[in-house]
């Protein structure tokens, strides 16, 4: 039998043949001082023979099929091979990565191919992630289910969950991957994470500054330094990213105070050794204060004047170098040569820094460019939204000459619709030609449906709760669709409203709504609220609107209300009448049954850059609404509204608001006893219009005050609400009222701005007033000044019939003595059968004049998971007599 050669080539055995070469090759060889013997040379070996692949069989694979694995090498049945081929095979094998061990044996030209597969993953677990939740981890792991298992990918994972963490600040983070075996050649990966502290700034060290001090520079600085100060701060971790920003803050800082020449040299960042703070480290070189020189405006283009624009630079020669002020020079230029119609106008500044005289000359070039036309507007991204609802806020149309300041406006329109994502721009792209544009608008639309369904707590309303849908672009058309019910314990209502914004796609709005709106008023008998009038309101409006500018727009409305004005027939009725004694001569007044048909308009301009939230801008409007066609009202209510509010930098932002009104009513006169306009049609002020006051806590009322009698001779008229007799409080309302606002929204952080937090700082001023002073009702006890009459020198109560109102005064309580004369000591407070005892009391009229009311304070809005919430402190400083003040209050679950 003849034996066969057999040869084995493995992974292992490769590497360890590489190996020992290797330390062969490194072997020193020493020089030798005594000459060698003279060998003869060996002939030299010859090449090994290169063989046939007879046959290749693979063995050991459990999932993958033989030809799968096959295609992976360039071995072929027939093919010519010698030992560098098989070594190939090998490395070609180590690149699938599907392997564990793998070996080739040949025998004679059969090779052999002995493969252990890689197990195939299971489960993928995570481990000790408390601080970045799975959602945030898993989408950076390769790893996954059914995948095939390899020790390089669980590295790549390991290292990308620990670049998460530092992204997180959190430097000190380690992750442990382990492997569990189970049957059938699978494996879970268990991820084993240790989170640790989060990494702070513990010091920030500035060297080389002069000028400034290191509290002004750190100032400069997003990343803030940790201490007590910072403590809610999420800026004190360490950020690389953020570290860059820094040091072109501080770069910005010093080009804005003069210092051209300003550069960091360095700006280290040493980890501590126990890899919980850093210690960060900058290293500059301020540089000299430079002026400006010579300040000039060069113009290739036609309209461009260079003295005109000159005129209008805002720095001047002598002026401290400030590189924001040319920054915002260069934009200003851009803008101007936009509105020419110069989409891509070229503004290069040129400077000439002079050290020795210290100032820095700058030239601006505007270089020629041909005037530009609108080729395409693109809208991409609308897939609910019809494009015509975004393209007929563009204030350019195509084959138009480009004006920047029509783009600018057409952002703010697109904006103020609501449909899309908040600060949406409009990009200019270079179109087929130099003088061609194409405006491209890349919206992304977000939910315009409003569902909601909500129960809250009203220091107004005590208990309310509302429910609504709104569709604000119904059917993708800008149509707005609404329905609202709202209960509380003090007012209910239901409405239906639609309105088409452009009528038959031309720019006129037309709309309607029907409502019924149930309203109880009430008052305060010393801490309990109690109802007074109960007003309920049936009613319809329509209306239309035409733009008569691009500001300015006019709005006609006619609606017809059907009132009737209640009181409790239980508490102020003394049979079928209103009794004067209980309600008041005003509240009687106001009951019956009304209608009203009016008609009105609107005169309104609008420059905000967003009706939404406005951060520039202002608005104007005057309204007018004629009671009298038809109905039995009839009066001419007028009122005139402005707001205006400025962009004061770093997202602060200032409101500053006024409104006034008066109702002058015709028709009629008036009865010597109430004003000719009724309760119900008056103006009313406070809170949540005037914060500071309570609700209808300004203007002209009725206080009604107890006497307190305990000392028949001497009477006190109580007027601190202590009397167990309490105090009814009523707002008459006025003809005419105004208000003023200056407010000053604050901006948090990204944290607070996410969480839908929004402070503001305010001063409310207003007054309302002008009401035809009312009939006062006194009710005094009776002094008995008769000395003939029983009772003489006492007081006596008054008593009255339910049930016919017939009055007389009360007897006495004590026996007099034989004779009938009085002693002086019997109290004349008993009332006869079916009479009851009227406790005195005395109304006073407080708060006609329009002296102003003024409060100042501080609030908050937040959209919370729950709904709105809105709360305000405010404290009023300046009031006057009978106004009621109010300093805290809140709503949830409305609308604010």
């Not at 489960?123 to 095939?148: C, T």
Request: a neutral charge; charged letters at 25%.
């Amino acid at each position: 039998m003849n034996s066969v050669a057999s040869h084995k080539f493995s992974a292992r055995t490769q590497l360890s043949v590489l190996l020992l070469a290797g330390t062969m090759l490194a072997t020193p060889v020493m020089a030798q001082q005594v000459a060698p013997p003279v060998v003869p040379a060996p002939a030299p070996e010859a090449a090994p023979a290169a063989t046939t692949v007879k046959s290749i069989t693979v063995v050991g694979n459990q999932r993958l099929e033989a030809q799968t694995i096959l295609s992976y090498l360039r071995l072929r049945v027939g093919q010519q091979y010698d030992r560098s081929i098989l070594d190939q095979a090998l490395k070609d094998l180590a690149a699938t990565e599907l392997f564990k061990d793998f070996q080739i044996t040949d025998n004679a030209g059969a090779l052999t191919i002995q493969v252990t597969e890689n197990p195939v993953i299971n489960r993928v677990i995570l481990e000790g992630n408390k601080r970045l939740k799975e959602d945030k981890i898993r989408p950076e792991i390769k790893l996954a289910p059914r995948q095939i298992f390899t020790r390089s990918k669980v590295r790549a994972d390991v290292a990308r969950i620990i670049e998460l963490y530092k992204r997180q600040g959190r430097f000190a983070a380690t992750v442990e991957p382990k492997m569990v075996s189970l049957d059938q050649n699978r494996v879970d990966v268990v991820f084993e994470i240790n989170e640790g502290p989060k990494s702070k700034v513990r010091q920030i060290n500035i060297i080389g500054n002069e000028k400034f001090s290191d509290g002004d520079l750190k100032d400069e600085m997003a990343t803030k330094q940790s201490s007590l100060m910072t403590i809610l701060s999420s800026n004190t971790s360490y950020d690389p990213d953020r570290l860059a920003y820094d040091q072109q803050k501080l770069k910005l800082f010093y080009l804005t105070n003069g210092y051209a020449d300003f550069r960091t040299i360095s700006a280290v960042a040493e980890l501590t050794s126990n890899k919980q703070d850093f210690i960060i480290t900058y290293v500059v070189e301020e540089g000299e204060r430079y002026k400006f020189g010579d300040i000039d405006v060069k113009s290739e283009i036609r309209d461009f004047q260079p003295e005109m624009l000159k005129k209008l630079l805002p720095m001047k020669t002598g002026d401290w170098y400030d590189a924001k002020q040319v920054e915002d020079t260069i934009e200003s230029l851009s803008e101007t040569a936009g509105l020419f119609g110069y989409a891509f106008a070229d503004i290069n500044p040129e400077f000439r820094r002079d050290p020795e005289t210290r100032t820095m000359a700058i030239t601006f070039n505007v270089a020629e460019s041909p005037r530009t036309y609108v080729e395409r507007i693109d809208v991409n991204g609308n897939t609910l939204t019809h494009d015509k609802v975004v393209r007929r806020e563009f204030r350019l149309n195509e084959g138009d000459a480009f004006n920047s300041f029509g783009v600018k406006r057409t952002e703010n329109r697109i904006n103020s619709l609501g449909y899309f994502q908040e600060n949406l721009e409009i990009e200019r792209k270079e179109g087929s030609a130099p003088d061609r544009i194409i405006l491209e608008t890349n919206v992304e639309e977000k939910p315009t449906g409003e569902l909601s369904l909500s129960a809250g707590f009203s220091s107004i309303e005590n208990f309310l709760l509302q429910a609504s849908i709104r569709q604000r672009n119904f059917r993708g058309l800008g149509q707005q669709l609404q329905a609202s019910v709202n209960y509380s314990s003090y007012s209910k209502s239901i409405e239906l409203g639609f309105t088409e914004p452009y009528l038959f796609d031309r720019n006129i709005s037309v709309g309607g709504s029907i409502y019924r709106r149930d309203l109880n008023s009430f008052n305060f008998i010393n801490n309990d609220r109690r109802t007074t009038f109960q007003q309920v309101t049936t009613g319809a409006q329509i209306n239309a609107g035409v733009p008569l500018t691009e500001f300015m727009s006019f709005f006609a409305r006619y609606s017809i209300n059907f009132d009737d004005v209640t009181l409790d027939k239980g508490v102020y009725y003394f049979g079928d009448q209103c009794d004067p004694l209980v309600a008041g001569r005003y509240l009687c007044d106001a009951i019956g049954n009304r209608t009203t048909s009016l008609l009105g308009y609107t005169l309104a301009y609008d420059d905000r850059d967003n009706r939404l939230r406005p951060t520039r801008g202002q608005s104007l409007s005057l309204s007018q609404d004629f009671a009298g066609l038809g109905g039995s009202v009839k009066y001419v209510r007028t009122r005139l509204s402005g707001s205006k509010h400025f962009n004061l930098g770093s997202r602060f932002i200032l409101n500053l608001s006024a409104e006034g009104g008066y109702i002058y009513p015709f028709g009629g006169r008036p009865t010597p006893t109430s004003d000719k306009v009724r309760l119900t049609d008056r103006f009313f002020l406070g809170e949540p219009q005037m914060r500071g006051f309570d609700i209808r806590g300004v203007g002209p009322r009725v206080i009604r005050y107890g006497v307190d009698n305990s000392d028949p001779a001497n009477p006190i008229v109580v007027t601190d609400g202590d009397s167990d007799r309490g105090q009814i409080d009523d707002a008459l309302g006025g003809r005419a009222y105004y208000q003023g606002r200056l407010e000053l929204d604050i901006p948090l952080g990204t944290g607070a701005k996410e969480m839908g937090l929004r402070p503001s700082i305010f001063l409310d001023v207003g007054s309302v007033f002008s009401v035809r002073r009312p009939q006062l009702t006194t009710l005094a006890n009776f002094r008995e000044t008769d000395p003939n009459a029983p009772g003489f020198g006492l007081t006596k109560s008054l008593c009255r019939n339910a049930n016919t109102g017939v009055t007389q005064f009360a007897t006495e309580t004590t026996a007099t003595p034989p004779g009938g004369v009085p002693t002086g000591t019997g109290q004349y407070t008993t009332c006869p059968t079916d009479f009851s005892r009227l406790d005195p009391f005395e109304e006073r009229f407080f708060g006609d004049t329009w002296m102003p009311r003024v409060s100042i304070g501080a609030g908050v809005n937040w959209n919370s998971p729950f709904g709105p919430f809105r709360i305000d402190f405010a404290y009023a400083l300046r009031k006057e007599e009978g106004d009621d003040t109010k300093r805290f209050s809140f709503n949830v679950g409305t609308q604010f």
